[in-house]
């Protein structure tokens, strides 16, 4: 029996386990990976701290500070079901069960399909939802990225540096996201912007070949490209947590000391309800969400 299990081990679970050590609890973070969306990120210029880092460093930073505690990680290992039964926590992995008397949820978000004919058959076979982890793959190559907001510009600046031209299949009349972002992309020689644009289709061999995509009420038209990287937006890993009540987006929804419907379950980062989803906020999120579980170990006398 635990105190506190943490599931997810990005900004906000490492967070939170770090803060969970300096308080000498016992506590196990369960996670499918370190470093959540942080690793997906390309360089991040307004982290707290550092002027300029890339998204795998931090993580790795993270992963670091939270190693220097011995908390107990299982990693590689997914959470499939979350039940409250008396005063204990019920967490079951495909690989274990597990009890605690508090649980975290800080399992982020997973990045949403295109659902489009050829999706599934060229996963990792020349389409990616990872520009950071797979863009230097597709060096010199014709890409393509589908989105609109700062998750595809982002990748977008990623792959001006590597790909040999980035095409944009944005789906709304103009890009989104920041405006420094937009800026770079717009300007530069490298990419090309296709607005008010959907993907049809993901053609391929063996490998990608290209795109299908429409414009307006245009015939559908081809585009020659290797790598396909789709940032359409994220939806929230909650298929586990059936219990805890969730908005309209299926995020967990929490009140300010990061509560959740059910005493002893707390959340914290992308994976609720808070606006504005940012490293530094989940981060933040992690700590408070640690401080109201800790509160409630003393005020139940757990």
């Not at 939170?16 to 959540?36: E, F, N, S």
């Not at 978000?109 to 990872?130: A, I, T």
Request: net charge neutral.
């Amino acid at each position: 029996m635990y105190d506190l299990i943490i599931i997810g081990a990005g900004p906000a679970g490492i967070t939170a386990a770090v803060y969970a050590a300096r308080k000498k609890m016992q506590v196990l973070v369960i996670t499918v990976d370190i470093g959540g969306q942080t690793i997906w990120s390309g360089d991040i210029d307004n982290y707290t701290g550092y002027q300029f880092i890339t998204g795998p460093e931090l993580a790795s930073k993270f992963e670091e500070h939270m190693r220097r505690y011995n908390v107990v990680v299982k990693e590689n290992e997914k959470v499939v079901e979350l039940r409250k039964i008396d005063d204990a926590v019920h967490v079951k992995t495909i690989k274990g069960e597990y009890q605690a008397k508090t649980v975290i949820i800080a399992s982020g978000k997973k990045s949403k399909e295109l659902r489009v004919p050829g999706e599934q058959e060229f996963k990792n076979k020349g389409l990616s939802y990872c520009a950071t982890c797979d863009g230097p793959l597709f060096a010199d190559k014709d890409v393509a990225v589908i989105g609109g907001g700062n998750s595809a510009l982002d990748a977008a600046l990623q792959l001006m540096k590597i790909a040999s031209h980035t095409s944009i299949i944005n789906i709304l009349p103009r890009l989104g996201g920041d405006a420094v972002m937009r800026e770079k992309v717009e300007n530069s020689p490298a990419v090309t912007i296709f607005n008010n644009t959907r993907v049809v289709a993901v053609y391929g061999e063996k490998m990608v070949t290209g795109i299908g995509f429409v414009t307006g009420a245009d015939p559908e038209k081809r585009l020659h490209v290797r790598g396909v990287f789709v940032e359409i937006g994220l939806v929230p890993n909650t298929g586990f947590a059936t219990d805890v009540e969730l908005n309209e987006a299926g995020e967990i929804k929490v009140n300010c000391r990061n509560e959740t419907s059910i005493p002893g379950i707390f959340a914290a980062g992308d994976v609720t309800d808070v606006p504005e989803k940012q490293i530094v906020i989940a981060a933040g999120e992690g700590a408070k969400a640690l401080l109201s579980s800790f509160r409630y170990l003393a005020e139940h006398r757990l």
